[in-house]
Every structure is written in C-alpha cells, then in structure tokens.
C-alpha cells in the first residue's frame, strides 16, 4: 500500500463529501449538505486546510485543521476532521494524515515566521479516535463537554513537547 498525502484541490470536492457521508452518516443529512458543508471549509483556505490520503487517484482519507483565535505567531490549530474509508482502517492512514498534514502545515506556519503553540482535538467521550489523537500527536485529554453532538465531548490537547516527539520536528 503507497499512501500519499496531499492537499486536497477542488476536483477532489465531490469524493471528500461522499467520504464524509460514509465517516459521518448522521452530520449532514444527505450528500448535498455533506457537499455544501466541504465546499465552506475548503472555501476558507487559509485558514482551513484539508489534506487528503490518496492510493494512486482513489481518496481514501481526509483531515481538515483549521485555525483558531486568529493568525497568531502562536498558533492555536484544531483538527477539526478526520475521516478514513472503512476497508483502510487500522492501517496507519489516520496516523499518516495527521503526521504529514501538520508537518506541512508547521513549514507553512514557518515561512510565514509563525510557529505552531498546540493543536486541539475533539471526540465522543466514547470514540476509539482518542487513541489516535494521542498515537499521532501526543495529545492529552483536558475537559470534557457535556452533551454537545450525540452525547458528552472529550477536548484533548496536543502541545509543544508531544508533537515535536510525534512529528519528529522543532515546531
Ligand atoms: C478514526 C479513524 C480516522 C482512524 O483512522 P485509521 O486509519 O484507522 O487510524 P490508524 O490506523 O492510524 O490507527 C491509529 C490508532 O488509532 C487507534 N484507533 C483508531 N480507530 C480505532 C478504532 N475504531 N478502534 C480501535 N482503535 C482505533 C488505534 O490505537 C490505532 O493504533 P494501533 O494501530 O497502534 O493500535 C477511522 O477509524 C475513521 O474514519 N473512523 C470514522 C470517523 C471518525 O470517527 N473520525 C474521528 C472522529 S472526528
């Protein structure tokens, strides 16, 4: 398996909203919403940026960080989304995404003389994903939100030290 990660492009719009229906069936309500809901955030380029996981042209993951509390020389990211197709999982592309996403961000973050202070994460309280967020980039839980989507909402934090273990750069 030969997994590339890259920035997603417009052309790729209509298979990241059908992933996102796949990864999260009751978000959008039907494919338009989920089209809609992708086209605003990749709208916001600049501050939102998705990357996606690709196997030859097939997409078969995606994550979108976004930037929160302004441009600031510390910047706050969040991940905001990930999603892997179902017959990919447990295979390492949710870890890849998350890794080489951030690191191309940190070198965008870099050339712009910023540096990047953590990135937040939220998750069902219940979501196996905690695992990842602290397999890929160290984060640590911090609170929790009571009901907020389908039930309570793990706020977890990734900062300094456990990124620059995960990612294996100087942020
Ligand atoms: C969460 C998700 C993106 C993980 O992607 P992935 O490619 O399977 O992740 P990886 O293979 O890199 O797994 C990394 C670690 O996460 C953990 N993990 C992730 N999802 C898991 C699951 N469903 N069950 C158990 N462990 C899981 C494992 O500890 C794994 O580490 P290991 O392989 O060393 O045991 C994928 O399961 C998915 O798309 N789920 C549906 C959408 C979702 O819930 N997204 C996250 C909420 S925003």
Redesign the pocket.
Known sequence: MIIAIEEMKREDMLRVAKLNKE??PTDNKDIHYALRWVDSCFSGKGRAQYSVAKEWDSIV?YVLFKENGGFREDAVLELE?????ES??????????IQDALKSYVHNLKADNRKLKCVM?T??TS???Q??YK??MGAEPACTIPELYEGDELVMIARKEGLEKKLGIEL
């Open positions: 990864c999260f993951g989304q990930i999603g892997v197709t990919y999982r447990g295979l390492g592309v949710g870890t890849k995404l994460v998750t069902g979501n196996e994903a695992k990842l397999k890929a």
